[in-house]
């Protein structure tokens, strides 16, 4: 991996995104399961939209293994690839029952052993409902981590498993919140933010997007 400032970038994004936190809305930790299956190829605005009505109907895993198919279909058909969703959302809740009391349970094998959860909404839920340090890679956290080059990895899973080796445990849930927010405010997938960016002294891509400036020179 590329010789990077970790600790100033990390400080950098830190004081930029002070109040860095999940976006979801949710009370406890099944709601944030459910909102965050929902998040695939969703804006968590839209998903946000959807829960406030969503929670109000259904309280638990109960509600959610009793509905019908179709039924959940149209209570979420605002978000993207609602069919799929809702299976896997009735499914989990029905799982949920059947293998754990109807608690969602505070592991990470178990968690992905559920329907439509995979390792991205395993590590959000254990973070931000559990407070289980863990990395969740979305495309913001992939992109930006491999433009900073603090990762190099070409999947989900080796840019989680590089940032977890050049992180702090202490700093994995928060790095996760500041790599998010800063894809969205300022390092976005098109036309990056660089002239206005904190962390541009220590930036790899910045250096070859805006030819002479002289990175690294604060190390
Ligand atoms: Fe992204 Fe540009 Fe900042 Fe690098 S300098 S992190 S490419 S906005």
């Not at 605005?45 to 309280?59: D, G, Q, S």
Request: charge should be positive.
């Amino acid at each position: 991996m590329a010789r990077v400032p970790t600790r100033k970038i990390m400080q950098a994004l830190a004081e930029t995104y002070p109040d860095a936190q999940c976006a979801l809305h949710f009370t406890n930790p099944f709601e944030l399961l459910i909102a965050t299956m929902l998040s695939a190829q969703c804006t968590d605005k839209r998903v946000n939209i959807i829960t406030e009505r969503l929670f109000k109907k259904y309280r638990g895993p109960a509600d959610f293994a009793a509905v019908s198919q179709a039924e959940l279909e149209a209570d979420i058909r605002d978000c993207g690839l609602f069919r799929a969703k809702a299976q896997n959302i009735r499914e989990t809740a029905r799982l949920l029952l059947e293998k754990h009391g109807g608690e969602v349970p505070a592991d990470h094998a178990a968690l992905t052993a559920l329907p439509g959860v995979g390792r991205k909404t395993a590590n959000v839920v254990l973070s931000n409902a559990f407070g289980v340090p863990a990395i969740a890679v979305d495309t913001h956290v992939f992109r930006v981590a491999n433009r900073l080059g603090l990762a190099e990895g070409s999947t989900p899973e080796k840019v989680e498993q590089q940032l977890m080796r050049r992180l702090p445990k202490a700093q994995w849930s928060s790095a996760h919140h500041w790599l998010i927010h800063h894809g969205r405010a300022i390092c976005a997938a098109r036309g990056p933010k660089c002239e206005i960016c904190p962390v541009l002294a220590y930036c790899l891509e910045g250096k070859r997007l805006n030819k002479g400036t002289n990175v690294h020179e604060n190390r």
